[in-house]
């Protein structure tokens, strides 16, 4: 019974949608923030279509990466000749999205905040975004007294006074460039949506954000840590099933399952890999030198698993449940362990010196999500 639940629990976590719409007007960015958060140029394989015209005509589902349960949905542009805001809400399923991000890149208008309120009533929640900020300052900066603080916070402002005029009441802005997620207000947004989101999603969340900084990797460790018991239980529970061999063949599967999903999840595999080294132009094998600890996801076989076991001198100890369980909690939190600590060491990697030109690009480096 305890397995069961356990593999329930595990499944469900696993299997839990999350659907985030990103809508506004056309030209504000919908599409180029679309790409960033799932690691993309807008030029790449795969990428929402961007440019000046508007380009999304009809609602667009962009899932990520290898978690098919997760989707990004570029909605159709608001506010042009052809947008009826009666028939725009039935058109795009309101009905469907966890959340909403409603983007500009100028000022809220009337049409933003009509959406706005139809979402509420819908009891969902929904998030301002100002993007192309970048473009603001690099236009302030010509001037003698530009100060970059006080020019975010008079775009801020200004963004309020308009969301007032319109009847909105909701007054949180978000500032943001969709290829510098480290810089304005990304992490903030973050966080927002992760003390807003319910357990489940909020986990899903974690997992698919860009690991843009140490913090980031830091939540991601805690959210997989969480749920390492959960795995050493279900494997517990296998081990004391009276069927010779089935233990020790289940429990290599659900460490190579776990452990090349901790790989995916901290980046740490060879499509990752080079679309950082490409974005921060530097050779991918610079990269790999700061790996010391893990394998890459690729070399996650059951003969790995096997050599490990071997090892560390518990492959014959799989039989027993207590055993079991502690065999498969230590080895999945030392390998946890050993991949966030060579996440951070790419980071860094990347953060040195010589790519400080091209690092406003990390942003969109986001190594395959995976759940739990």
Same mark, same amino acid.
Request: with cysteine; hydrophobic share 40%; proline share 3%.
């Given at each position: 019974m305890v397995g069961r639940l356990s593999r329930k629990k595990l499944e469900s976590i696993e299997n839990t949608p999350l659907d985030i719409a990103i809508m506004g007007e056309s030209g504000a960015g919908k599409s180029s923030f679309v790409n960033a958060i799932r690691?993309?140029?807008?030029?790449?394989?795969?990428?929402a279509k961007t440019g000046v015209k508007q380009t999304t005509m009809k609602r667009k589902a962009y899932p990520y990466p290898r978690l098919q349960n997760v989707t990004i949905w570029d909605l159709p542009g608001i506010g042009t000749p052809s947008f009826e805001a009666d028939k725009y809400l039935n058109r795009v399923k309101f009905n469907n999205y966890d959340f909403f991000i409603i983007v500009t890149a100028t000022c809220f208008t009337s049409y933003h905040t009509t959406l706005a309120r139809a979402i509420h009533r819908l009891g969902k929640r929904f998030y301002y975004v100002r993007s192309k900020v970048d473009i603001d300052l690099r236009a302030e900066q010509r001037k003698r007294n530009f100060n970059k603080e006080r020019t975010l916070q008079e775009i801020r402002e200004d963004c309020k006074e308009n969301l007032r005029k319109?009847?909105?009441?909701?007054?949180w802005v978000f500032l943001l460039c969709s290829w510098e997620l480290t810089e304005y207000?990304?992490?903030?947004?973050?966080?927002?949506?992760?003390?807003?989101?319910?357990?489940?999603?909020r986990h899903i969340f974690i997992l698919v954000m860009p690991n843009i900084s140490a913090k980031i990797l830091e939540k991601k460790k805690a959210e997989l840590q969480e749920h390492i018991w959960e795995v050493a239980l279900l494997s517990c529970a #296998?081990? =004391?099933l009276p069927v010779p061999g089935l233990? %020790?063949?289940?429990?290599?599967? #659900?460490? =190579?399952?776990?452990?090349?999903?901790?790989? %995916?999840?901290f980046g740490l595999d060879e499509e990752s890999l080079t679309r950082l080294a490409k974005q921060i132009d530097k050779p991918v094998a610079e990269l790999k030198s700061a790996i010391r600890n893990s394998p890459l996801a690729s070399a996650i076989t059951k003969e790995f698993i096997l050599s490990l076991l071997s090892r560390s001198l518990c492959l014959g100890s799989l039989a027993g449940g207590?055993?079991?369980f502690a065999t498969t909690y230590y080895m999945l939190q030392s390998f946890l362990d050993d991949t966030a600590e060579d996440a951070q060491n790419?980071?860094?990697?990347?953060?040195?010196p010589r790519a400080e030109e091209s690092i406003k690009h990390i942003s969109a480096w986001h190594p395959h999500p995976v759940l739990m």
């Amino acid at each position: 019974m305890v397995g069961r639940l356990s593999r329930k629990k595990l499944e469900s976590i696993e299997n839990t949608p999350l659907d985030i719409a990103i809508m506004g007007e056309s030209g504000a960015g919908k599409s180029s923030f679309v790409n960033a958060i799932r690691g993309l140029h807008d030029d790449d394989e795969g990428a929402a279509k961007t440019g000046v015209k508007q380009t999304t005509m009809k609602r667009k589902a962009y899932p990520y990466p290898r978690l098919q349960n997760v989707t990004i949905w570029d909605l159709p542009g608001i506010g042009t000749p052809s947008f009826e805001a009666d028939k725009y809400l039935n058109r795009v399923k309101f009905n469907n999205y966890d959340f909403f991000i409603i983007v500009t890149a100028t000022c809220f208008t009337s049409y933003h905040t009509t959406l706005a309120r139809a979402i509420h009533r819908l009891g969902k929640r929904f998030y301002y975004v100002r993007s192309k900020v970048d473009i603001d300052l690099r236009a302030e900066q010509r001037k003698r007294n530009f100060n970059k603080e006080r020019t975010l916070q008079e775009i801020r402002e200004d963004c309020k006074e308009n969301l007032r005029k319109a009847g909105e009441t909701s007054l949180w802005v978000f500032l943001l460039c969709s290829w510098e997620l480290t810089e304005y207000d990304f992490q903030l947004l973050q966080e927002t949506l992760e003390n807003e989101l319910d357990d489940q999603k909020r986990h899903i969340f974690i997992l698919v954000m860009p690991n843009i900084s140490a913090k980031i990797l830091e939540k991601k460790k805690a959210e997989l840590q969480e749920h390492i018991w959960e795995v050493a239980l279900l494997s517990c529970a #296998i081990g =004391v099933l009276p069927v010779p061999g089935l233990s %020790l063949i289940c429990d290599v599967a #659900i460490l =190579v399952f776990h452990m090349k999903r901790y790989c %995916l999840a901290f980046g740490l595999d060879e499509e990752s890999l080079t679309r950082l080294a490409k974005q921060i132009d530097k050779p991918v094998a610079e990269l790999k030198s700061a790996i010391r600890n893990s394998p890459l996801a690729s070399a996650i076989t059951k003969e790995f698993i096997l050599s490990l076991l071997s090892r560390s001198l518990c492959l014959g100890s799989l039989a027993g449940g207590g055993i079991s369980f502690a065999t498969t909690y230590y080895m999945l939190q030392s390998f946890l362990d050993d991949t966030a600590e060579d996440a951070q060491n790419i980071l860094t990697k990347a953060l040195e010196p010589r790519a400080e030109e091209s690092i406003k690009h990390i942003s969109a480096w986001h190594p395959h999500p995976v759940l739990m």
